[in-house]
């Protein structure tokens, strides 16, 4: 007869499960030094991006009277805003939105935002209505009732027209980037810890030090606008004279 109290013992030798088993914490990977980093770049990074800004604006203002560059023109203006645009778009696209909705800003302050945000879009399309009216009758006065002729210039004025806009939205963009940069991690040079997320290149301290410091609002503005509009009254409007001739 088969003993029932032997039975209901447990089997020392059978496996337990792997949902009950408890979790084994993983070791932290060690922190990354960042050796090649300079100690005065990790020290003052801000510092750091306001001479980079300088040495290059200082090239293009001197390109600009004596004509050694040439076409690297182009090259100096984008390396001016070149560390602080890379370092705010790392930082931004680490930031979960939610990271940002915690600290609201007060209910005139959200309103008055909408409402210049409004008004300029009327102004941009009232311009468009006025601006599309003229190069309407423009074209017909240039070249006359032939419909080739006028489809033709139309294409070469909308093409034209590309390097204008892309300047204006890529204006819009450092603007819109330098307003989150604001509220994400302030006007200093080293933001509260708590403001930026934990997990943001938290095993690169030294990494992490230098890419918040040239993350800075007022300094994309100057570097980021000022690329804009320099490319906007130079660099934009003599594309569209060459399109156009």
Not at 76 to 87: D, K, N, R, S
Not at 127 to 156: C, D, P, Y
Not at 159 to 185: D, N, Q
């Amino acid at each position: 007869m088969t003993d029932m109290a032997g039975a209901s013992e447990p089997v020392p030798n059978a496996a337990v499960p792997a949902a009950d088993q408890p979790a084994v914490p993983q070791p932290e990977a060690p922190a990354v030094d960042d050796p090649w980093l300079p100690a005065w770049l990790v020290s003052r990074p801000l510092t750091a991006g306001w001479v980079w800004t300088g040495f290059w604006a200082a090239l293009i203002v001197a390109d600009d009277v004596f004509d050694f560059a040439g076409w690297f023109w182009y090259v100096m203006v984008g390396m001016a805003a070149l560390p602080t645009v890379l370092a705010t778009i790392a930082l931004l696209q680490a930031t979960p939105r939610r990271h940002l909705t915690r600290r609201k800003d007060s209910v005139l302050g959200h309103f008055f935002v909408r409402f210049l945000a409004l008004t300029a879009a009327f102004l941009v399309w009232g311009v468009s209505v006025v601006m599309s009216a003229s190069i309407s009758t423009t074209v017909q006065s240039l070249v006359g009732t032939s419909e080739r002729e006028v489809t033709a210039l139309g294409f070469n004025l909308m093409l034209a027209a590309v390097p204008l806009v892309v300047s204006l939205l890529w204006l819009a963009f450092i603007i819109r980037c330098a307003w989150f940069l604001r509220r994400l991690r302030g006007w200093k040079q080293d933001p509260a810890p708590e403001r930026i997320p934990k997990k943001f290149l938290r095993r690169r301290p030294r990494l992490r030090r230098v890419v918040v410091g040239l993350a800075h609002p007022g300094l994309l503005l100057v570097a980021g606008v000022g690329t804009s509009i320099l490319a906007l009254s130079l660099g934009a409007a003599e594309l569209t004279l060459n399109v156009l001739t």
